[in-house]
């Protein structure tokens, strides 16, 4: 019952809120925050995991992040447990795997669901049958680059790397427009 009440006010909200950057959200440490908070022109949310085979696009994630920042580009991580338990750790563990192991300078979120009974609003906003590009998420490491304003521009799957020109061109037009 509760579960339920959760999933029709996430999908209630998800209908209400007018874009994706004004969905609530928590940092990795619980601080209250949202895709608007994040000062960046252009946002690439990713969903995370740590022992997952797709975990070394972490590298490319913060290259990306070292690249573009200045210019008002961001990746933000979402860590999320849904596909096969790669996700297994607490808030504290994530952050220090991240940056033990990749040097991880751009925003973490909180762990999230992003599909399922329990999946957060902005992934309901993301893959609803409403969204820009509708559709479940397939695996870890999903990606959607977002302007400030919430305008989803691109979607690209899990093995796409985040270095691969189709999304670094998509980063570079959107910079240039933003």
Known sequence: MIIAG?????VCFADTVKNVA???LKD???KETSLKGQKAKVMLVVNVASKCGLTPQYNALEKLQR????????VIGFPCN????????TPSEIKEFCKATFDVSFPLMEKVH???????????????KDAAF????????????????????????PKKSPDDPEVIQAIEAALSVN
């Open 6 to 10: 959760a999933l029709a006010a996430a």
């Open 82 to 89: 849904d596909f096969g338990a790669q996700e297994p750790g």
């Open 67 to 74: 690249q573009y920042k200045a210019k008002g580009f961001t």
């Open 28 to 30: 990795i440490d619980g």
């Open 114 to 128: 992003v599909k399922g009974a329990e999946q957060h609003p902005l992934y309901a906003a993301l893959t609803g």
């Open 22 to 24: 004004e969905i609530p």
């Open 134 to 157: 509708p559709g479940d998420i397939e695996w870890n490491f999903g990606k959607f680059l977002v302007t400030a304003d919430g305008k989803v521009l691109k979607r690209f799957n």
